[in-house]
C-alpha cells in the first residue's frame, strides 16, 4: 500500500511525542499527595507521552498492524539518534565562558539503567498496544472502537509502565513505592486515553473517510521484528 501525506504527518507526530517525552520526562510533577509516607509525583512527560499511544492507536486501527509496526521501530531509531547527540554533547568541551555544563549533564544526563529501561518499556508497550488493538478489531469486527483503543491502552500503559519503574527505580526505591508509582502512572496514563476517545474518534473517522481504506489484519503475521513485511 502507498503511503499518502496523511500516513506521514501521523507518523512524524508519533515520533515526536515520544522524543520530546523522553527529553521532559526529567523533570518530575508534584501531585500534592503521599501514599504510604511517600509523595506521589509523575514525570513531566505525562502532558505529552500518552499522545504517542493515542497516535499509535490511529495508526493501526486505519493503516494496520504492519505498517504501525513500521512506525514503532522509526521512532525507536530516531529517539536513539536523539540520545547519542544527547550524549556526544554532553561530551564535547565547552567553550570558556559558557556555565551551562553541569545544567546540561544534570538535566539531559541519562544513566545506562534507565536509557535500558525506557527502550526496552517503549517496545513492550507499544508492540503491545497495537497488536491488542489489531486483535480486537477483529473480534468486534470493527464496532466499538471505544473498547479496543482503550482496553488495548490499558495492556501497552501497563506493560510499558511496570517495565520502566521497576528497571529504573529497582534498587533504589522499595517494592512498596515502586508498585504505588507503577499503579498511580497506569492509572493516569489509561485515564488520560480515555478522556482523548473523541479526539480519537475524528482523527480516526477523518482519516478513513479521506483515505478510503479501514484495514482489518487478518493474515498478518505480528511478529514484531519483521519489518519487512
Known amino acids: 500500500m502507498n503511503v499518502s ?36 509525583s509523575v514525570p513531566a512527560a505525562i502532558v505529552i507521552f500518552p499522545l504517542s ?8 486501527e486505519v493503516y494496520g498492524y504492519r505498517l504501525a509496526r513500521r512506525v514503532i521501530w522509526l521512532g525507536f531509531f530516531c529517539n536513539l539518534i536523539a540520545v547519542i547527540a544527547i550524549w556526544l554533547g554532553r561530551l564535547l568541551p565547552p567553550v570558556s565562558v559558557w556555565g551551562g555544563q553541569e545544567a546540561y549533564e544534570s538535566i539531559l544526563g541519562y544513566t545506562p539503567q534507565i536509557l535500558a529501561a525506557s527502550f526496552l518499556a517503549y517496545v513492550v508497550g507499544e508492540f503491545s498496544n497495537s497488536f491488542v488493538l489489531a486483535k480486537m478489531k477483529i473480534a468486534t469486527k470493527g464496532r466499538w472502537l471505544w473498547t479496543r483503543t482503550i482496553g488495548s491502552t490499558i495492556v501497552g500503559q501497563g506493560l510499558d509502565t511496570a517495565v520502566f519503574i521497576t528497571i529504573a527505580y529497582i534498587g533504589r526505591f522499595g517494592l512498596s513505592f515502586i508498585g504505588i508509582t507503577i499503579l498511580t502512572h497506569w492509572l493516569l496514563k489509561t485515564g488520560y486515553e480515555t478522556v482523548a476517545t473523541p479526539f480519537t474518534y475524528a482523527v480516526v473517522n477523518f482519516l478513513k473517510k479521506k483515505e478510503a481504506i479501514d484495514t482489518f489484519d487478518y493474515e498478518t503475521n505480528f511478529n514484531p521484528f519483521l519489518i519487512s513485511n
Open 5 to 40: 501525506h496523511r500516513f506521514v504527518i501521523i507518523a512524524a507526530i508519533f515520533v515526536t511525542c515520544l522524543i520530546t517525552a523522553n527529553i521532559i520526562a526529567v523533570k518530575p510533577i508534584s501531585l500534592g499527595i503521599s501514599l504510604l509516607g511517600q509523595p506521589v
Open 53 to 60: 499511544y493515542i497516535f499509535g492507536d490511529i495508526l493501526t
